[in-house]
């Protein structure tokens, strides 16, 4: 045995040696705990639901009976086979009878339209138009005499910070 096996418990070393006999040489330390909390957590489940049929039973103690069938639903529960092969034979054989639709558009991957595509320009540029010396007078008057107009003129035009974002790095079909 290699170092530090002779005090390794007895379940731990079962599972080396059965890592050994499946041709694994060389492993991680952690894999043999790994191993054994798999184990132990199954043995405790498989335990648990043989008491439960034991208790289902009326009888006082857990026979070789309740642990057979434990293993056997746990078997059902975890894994399923899968169907045979004259039935996927059969399956496959009722798919492949309808054809596939014909292609519609032409060659390559038929794309959704451009303004639907993330490579559409995705902002607006408004450029400020000159405000009109009228305009600006009536801004004046109101910083004269505020009693004029306690809501702000909604026919001026409202100069708010415009977000423009820009797609980078990619460049558009002309």
């Known amino acids: 045995m290699a170092e530090g096996e002779e005090n390794l418990p007895r379940d731990a070393k079962i599972v080396k040696l059965l890592l050994k006999s499946m041709g694994v040489e060389e492993h991680e330390p952690r894999v043999v705990h790994q191993f054994l909390e798999l184990w132990y957590r199954y043995v405790v489940d498989v335990l648990t639901d043989a008491q439960v049929y034991s208790e289902h039973a009326g009888k006082a103690t857990i026979d070789p009976d309740d642990i057979k069938l434990a293993i056997q639903s746990k078997v059902n529960f975890s894994f399923s086979q899968p169907?045979?092969?004259?039935?996927?034979?059969?399956?496959?054989?009722?798919?492949?009878?309808?054809?596939?639709?014909?292609?519609?558009?032409?060659?390559?991957?038929?794309?959704?339209?451009?303004?639907?595509?993330?490579?559409?320009?995705?902002?607006?540029?408004?450029?400020?138009?000159?405000?009109?010396?009228?305009?600006?007078?009536?801004?004046?008057?109101?910083?004269?005499?505020?009693?004029?107009?306690?809501?702000?003129?909604?026919?001026?035009?409202?100069?708010t910070p415009q977000r423009v974002s820009f797609a980078v790095g990619v460049k558009r079909p002309k």
């Open 83 to 159: 169907p045979p092969r004259e039935v996927l034979l059969e399956l496959a054989r009722n798919r492949n009878k309808i054809p596939l639709p014909m292609n519609a558009g032409g060659p390559g991957i038929p794309l959704p339209p451009e303004e639907d595509t993330l490579i559409a320009p995705n902002y607006h540029l408004m450029v400020p138009t000159k405000q009109t010396t009228q305009a600006l007078e009536e801004m004046e008057e109101d910083a004269i005499d505020p009693s004029l107009s306690q809501e702000p003129k909604t026919d001026l035009p409202q100069h």
